[in-house]
């Protein structure tokens, strides 16, 4: 994390979560590429403010492609990393399940979730609200400057969590410091809908630390 930024707490407390999702029909610059177009997206990342803006900063963003993880890193100096993953949706009756599957460290991690097909957008005052809704991105340059990208949605529903079911060694993944999150419960599980997504080119953003 960016020395200019501070830890952006929930009840008084710092989160990190695992997020997982998919892209669909993804354009660069407006225009799709052949073979790069869906894909899923599995990332550990943490919330952070630089003054009022809220944001998030990313511990770790793995993708199936090599491509991606280079572009990713070379435009916005991201930590992406390219690995085997995939991912399936099955919707039946009233409830929707997502698995998300990626191998790293010689073995399989996986993560599934059940909702309901309904979904409605929480109160801005929900935790869920918190944990979904961010504006910006933070990351630094390779000469260590703060660098900020806009992300920009509509505001998201969220569907009902039936079950959730996490099979992931943290510390595989994401490094030694991590592995506590093996066996924690999580705080808040939200299971978001999604919609289109712009993200900006990033800026450098000048800083006092």
């Known amino acids: 994390?960016?020395?200019?930024?501070d830890l952006d707490r929930w009840e008084g407390q710092a989160h990190v979560s695992l997020v997982a999702f998919d892209f669909h029909d993804t354009r660069v610059l407006l225009c799709r590429v052949p073979g790069y177009i869906a894909f899923?997206?599995?990332?550990?990342?943490?919330y952070v403010r630089h003054g009022a803006n809220r944001g998030v900063s990313f511990i770790r963003e793995l993708v199936p492609q090599r491509l991606v993880a280079a572009v990713a890193r070379r435009v916005y100096n991201e930590p992406y990393q390219a690995t085997r993953m995939?991912?399936?949706?099955?919707?039946?009756?009233?409830?929707?399940?997502?698995?998300?599957?990626w191998?790293?460290?010689g073995r399989e991690h996986t993560v599934t979730a059940v909702g309901s097909n309904a979904a409605a957008v929480p109160p801005v005052t929900d935790a869920a609200h918190h944990f979904k809704e961010h504006e910006w991105g933070y990351g630094r340059t390779r000469d260590g400057r703060l660098l900020r990208?806009?992300?920009?949605?509509?505001?998201?529903?969220?569907?009902?969590?039936h079950d959730l079911a996490v099979d992931v060694d943290f510390g595989a993944v994401y490094g030694e410091a991590w592995s506590w999150l093996t066996n924690a419960?999580?705080?808040?599980?939200?299971f978001a809908v999604g919609s289109p997504v712009i993200v900006d080119a990033p800026r450098i953003i000048p800083t006092s630390r």
């Open 40 to 46: 899923p997206e599995v990332n550990l990342r943490t």
């Open 103 to 105: 191998f790293v460290g």
């Open 149 to 161: 990208y806009r992300v920009r949605h509509p505001l998201w529903a969220v569907r009902t969590v």
């Open 185 to 190: 419960a999580p705080t808040s599980v939200v």
């Open 86 to 101: 995939e991912s399936a949706t099955a919707i039946g009756g009233d409830r929707v399940c997502v698995t998300h599957r």
């Open 1 to 5: 994390m960016h020395p200019a930024l």
